[in-house]
């Protein structure tokens, strides 16, 4: 008898749970869909301005090396390029080093994140990134 009761209450316990649990979804996927939560606008970066044409090349060469690649990029070539073109290399960068090295893409970022505003195009990448690298 002890069994039985044992049972149905790990039965109405699981099946409470589960009622608690599709209850929960329905307001989670309410607020998602909401007017406020429209999805980050993507920039290209090659339409961003503050890099000599003639460096395109070698940054495509960088990435295609990874983070080291854009490291020595940056530390070669970092002072010649300007805001939002270097803004969005280095953020690059910071997505690609936060594996091998989280200390310097926290680094990374707070000095971007310092530089950029709100009226930066590589604005909203920044607020898209903030909750993972502070």
């Not at 039985?4 to 608690?20: E, H, P, T």
């Not at 980050?40 to 044409?53: E, N």
Request: glycine content about 8%; cysteine-free.
């Amino acid at each position: 008898m002890k069994f039985i009761i044992g049972a149905i209450i790990v039965i109405g316990l699981a099946v409470g749970g589960w009622n608690l649990y599709v209850y929960w979804g329905n307001f989670k996927d309410k607020d998602d869909s909401s007017p406020h939560a429209a999805a980050p606008v993507q920039i290209d970066s090659a339409q961003l301005k503050g890099m000599p044409s003639s460096l395109e090349p070698m940054l495509d060469a960088a990435k295609k090396r990874g983070a080291i690649g854009l490291h020595d990029f940056l530390t070669t070539y970092g002072k010649v390029i300007a805001d939002p073109k270097l803004a969005s290399i280095e953020l690059d960068y910071v997505v690609l080093v936060a594996q091998s090295s989280p200390g310097d893409a926290r680094t990374t970022f707070a000095k971007v994140k310092k530089r950029i505003g709100p009226g930066s195009p590589v604005y909203s990448r920044v607020k898209q990134l903030e909750s993972t690298y502070e």
